[in-house]
């Protein structure tokens, strides 16, 4: 049977957060903690995969406790188990500690059970870097596969895996062997409500949680801040939009108006046109 794992995580609401005027940086409070919507991608489609070939969905989490909920999002959805690493050791993580931390993680569930397929999402929508599913499939040396928009065809029994990875100007077909990673892209599959048993089941779940001691053979010094060799030298907002102008006057006068907004961004236009 299949075990499928996604990697998942808790991100702030980054539709609605605010920045902070004088670090720039998230001010991480003035959101609510949502599961990054790209990964609820990735736990759909492990679901969709257990439900046709038969096996179990995991999901593994890096976070603190508060992330629990991320987890019991992913139960509503459809996986079977999760796990959460969960350890101040683990904070200040960049994504190289990431992908350390979530492999000895993901070295443990194997234990438990191998595990056959890793899903991750294409990105989180805080870090937005897109490096910690490669870098994890690096570490445990299997194929990763990026920008995944459908998955074809799996077989355990003969190790493979058909995938569609997305281009520019279409899509490619990839072949390749199991174990192996993927990073999904959202158009994948829709996300649809839960239903009720999955909501109860959630409501109750109680995910595994480990602490760094519980993960073997692992060196703290890839771990956290330490293990960081990030460093974000500067970070801005983009400049603010120039608000709209609000038509007066009228239905004569206001097409006036707008004629001459528009003649003033001709040359705009032309160049726009050049450049194509
Ligand atoms: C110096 C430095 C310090 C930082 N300190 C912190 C900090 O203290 N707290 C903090 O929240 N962030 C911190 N960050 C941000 C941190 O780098 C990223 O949040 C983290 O490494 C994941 O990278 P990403 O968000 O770009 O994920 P991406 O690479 O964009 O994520 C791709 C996919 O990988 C999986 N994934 C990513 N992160 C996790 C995770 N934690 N658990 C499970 N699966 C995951 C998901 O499937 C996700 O869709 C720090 C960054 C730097 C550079």
Not at 75 to 100: K, N, P, V
């Amino acid at each position: 049977m299949l075990h499928i794992v996604a990697c998942i995580k808790q991100v702030p609401d980054t539709k609605v957060i605010k920045m902070n005027p004088k670090t720039n940086t998230m001010d991480r409070a003035s959101a609510p903690a949502i599961l990054n919507p790209y990964d609820a991608h990735a736990v759909e489609e492990a679901v969709r995969l257990k439900n046709k070939y038969g096996g179990t969905v995991s999901v593994v989490t890096m976070g603190p406790p508060p992330a629990v909920k991320a987890i019991r999002k992913c139960i509503e959805i459809g996986a079977d188990e999760g796990y959460m690493i969960s350890d101040r050791a683990f904070a200040g993580a960049d994504t190289l500690a990431t992908s350390y931390a979530l492999t000895k993680a993901i070295n443990k569930i194997s234990e438990i059970k191998p595990v056959d397929l890793i899903i991750c999402g294409k990105m989180t929508i805080d870090g937005d870097t897109g490096q910690v599913g490669p870098g994890i499939a690096r570490r445990l040396d299997i194929p990763p596969l990026t920008s995944v928009n459908k998955v074809v065809e799996m077989q355990k029994e003969d190790s493979y895996l058909v995938v569609h990875r997305k281009l520019e100007d279409g899509y490619e077909i990839v072949q390749t062997t199991l174990p192996c990673l993927l990073s999904v892209e959202k158009e994948i599959n829709e996300v649809p409500y839960s239903s009720f048993p999955n909501m109860l089941k959630a409501a109750r779940y109680q995910p595994v949680i480990w602490s760094v001691n519980d993960l073997e053979d692992i060196d703290r010094k890839q771990l956290g801040l330490k293990g960081s060799p990030t460093i974000v030298a500067k970070v801005w907002g983009p400049p603010k939009p120039e608000g709209g102008k609000i038509l007066e006057g009228n239905p004569d006068e206001q097409v006036q108006q707008l004629l001459s907004v528009v003649l003033d961004k001709k040359e705009l236009f032309a160049e726009m046109r050049g450049s194509k």
